[in-house]
């Protein structure tokens, strides 16, 4: 299955997040400061109390609470490609369910291969801007070692890892905690990795909060004026987290494109002044939920996924 590669494939080792990190709590302080992009419970969720009939409103692109599946095999309904189906199922367990009584939830059993577990969905229309929300979970203690995928993915015709970004054959973005350097506790540094035609790296580049690009940290990227740096987090394992993230390809020509990351509805990043393409044609084309490992030899790591919402415009967290 050559879709596989688009997600799961990487072989790189990860850099360090260069200037440090502090606590999700302490960076959601430091996040609030003045952008023009929306936060908190401003978005389409607000519209649409504990999410209920948001699959129906003209911004949303796709939504999925897990609540119509049995089991794994049952994905297939609504998500054009599962991976590892054997890792994947619906889990019932009420303390690993965000909301309502169903969740997906990602196995990977204890190994010392490269392994990776997705669901990925294709966007019909495809679009120049995609938002996408999800509440998500990790197993501790998350021993794990190598490449390390653990989040979601953004991407525009992307067909194999290694393959850099030219400008005209795909751009992809993925939010995930990687970088995990001996002093940082485990998942490591929220991130996002990014192939783009300026990219550092044949595997892609990774960008953290505070500006820093890995490899090679030391080289300032060139975000533009409006560019604000804030702190490195690391979120904390066996806790509910509501991500969101969007991915805005540039006008050919400008450096107008932009990837932003929330978390529990603050601004935790925004990378403004990017160039994903220089081709108008060259658009998003799917989206992803991925947990791949380099290796985990001490043990089985499990995640769970709830309330996904993909759109065209800021969504927020569920509104109660």
């Not at 959601?28 to 129906?56: C, E, F, K, M």
Request: contains cysteine; charged residues 20%.
């Amino acid at each position: 299955m050559p879709r596989l590669a688009i997600w799961l494939a990487v072989g790189v080792a990860i850099g360090s997040a260069g200037c440090g990190s502090t606590t999700y709590e302490a960076a959601q302080s430091a996040g609030a400061r003045a952008t023009a992009l929306q936060q908190g419970n401003t978005g389409i969720a607000s519209r649409h109390p504990s999410d209920v009939g948001i699959g129906s409103d003209p911004n949303v692109i796709f939504a999925d609470d897990f609540e119509g599946y049995t089991r794994g095999t049952d994905l297939s309904n609504r998500w054009e490609n599962v991976y590892q189906r054997q890792y994947v199922d619906i889990t019932t367990e009420a303390a690993n369910v965000y909301r309502g009584s169903k969740a997906l939830q990602f196995i990977l059993p204890q190994q010392t291969a490269s392994l990776g577990d997705a669901t990925e969905k294709v966007v019909s229309p495809e679009q120049d801007v995609l938002f996408l929300r999800y509440y998500s979970k990790i197993q501790p203690p998350y021993d794990v070692a190598g490449s390390m995928h653990d989040g979601a993915s953004i991407g525009a015709h992307y067909a194999e890892p290694g393959v850099p970004a030219n400008g005209t054959n795909k751009f992809l973005a993925s939010l995930e905690n990687s970088g995990m350097d001996p002093p940082t506790p485990s998942p490591g540094h929220l991130n996002i990795y990014l192939y783009h035609p300026e990219q550092r790296d044949v595997y892609g580049d990774h960008f953290y909060p505070n500006g820093d690009v890995s490899p090679n940290t030391s080289l300032k990227f060139n975000y533009g004026p409006g560019f604000v740096s804030r702190p490195n987090i690391v979120l904390k394992l066996d806790r509910w987290y509501c991500y969101e993230y969007m991915m805005q390809a540039n006008t050919p020509g400008k450096r107008d494109g932009r990837i932003a990351i929330w978390v529990d509805g603050a601004l935790v990043a925004d990378f403004p002044g990017l160039r994903l393409r220089d081709v108008a044609t060259l658009k998003i084309d799917r989206f992803a939920l991925s947990l791949y490992l380099g290796t985990n030899p001490k043990g089985e790591v499990r995640k769970w996924y709830d309330n996904v919402v993909a759109a065209k415009s800021y969504i927020g967290p569920i509104s109660r």
